[in-house]
Structure formats: C-alpha cells, structure tokens
Nanobody, 119 residues
Framework: QVQLVESGGGSVQAGGSLRLSCAASRSFSSFISMGWYRQAPGNQRELVASITSGGNTNYADSVKGRFTISRDNAKNTVYLEMNSLKPEDTAVYYC?????????????WGQGTQVTVSS
C-alpha cells in the first residue's frame, strides 16, 4: 500500500506559476514511474507529465515548455512546476504512482488538488 499526499494547488491569474508536490509514503525504489494527471469538469482524466525510475520524462503536448516534472528521491517527493499558466490548465491535478509488485503493476492515486487559473 502506498499513500500519496499532494499539496500546492490554488488559484492564480493567467501567466502565473504554481508548484505541486506529491509525497509518497514509501521509497521510490519500487516505483516504475510517477506522474501527474488532471481532470477538468466534463473531461476525462489526462496525463500531464510523468517521470520514470530512470529519470526519463514525458509531457502532454499542451504543457511542453511550460511545465517541469522532477523528483527528490531522498524525500520520496515528486514535483510539478507549472509556469505560464493558462485558464485551460484549470483542473483537479492527481498524483499517480505505478508500482510493480509480484509481477503485476498497480496504480496508486493521490486525493487531488485543485488548480484554478483565471483570465
């Protein structure tokens, strides 16, 4: 079992910045990857950014050049630095961890944190 606790959401004007944090209750050593997803009202949950255990990153086209995912292995924490925010970035952001246990891959989710960008 893994608990993921997000923080850092809030309200900001367009062009502003926010940094989201996700603290895991266990070491990253068993994690395949960690990532951030978001879900706006009426929309499906979508991948925003992810980082593998090897440090490879992946971003949605809509956030490339504006968002940066990083991690601190010593703190078991992954971050999402969001710059040049747009109103369309408004959503609930969820932290995700993919963990391999006994040959199977499991998804764990945080509780979500609201990000609101006003124009």
């Amino acid at each position: 079992q893994v608990q993921l606790v997000e923080s850092g959401g809030g309200s900001v004007q367009a062009g502003g910045s926010l940094r989201l944090s996700c603290a895991a209750s266990r070491s990253f050593s068993s994690f395949i990857s960690m990532g951030w997803y978001r879900q706006a009202p009426g929309n499906q949950r979508e991948l925003v950014a992810s980082i593998t255990s090897g440090g490879n990153t992946n971003y949605a086209d809509s956030v490339k050049g504006r968002f940066t995912i990083s991690r601190d292995n010593a703190k078991n924490t992954v971050y999402l630095e969001m710059n040049s925010l747009k109103p369309e970035d408004t959503a609930v952001y969820y932290c995700n961890a993919k963990i391999r246990l006994l040959g199977s891959v499991y998804d764990y989710w945080g509780q979500g944190t609201q990000v609101t960008v006003s124009s």
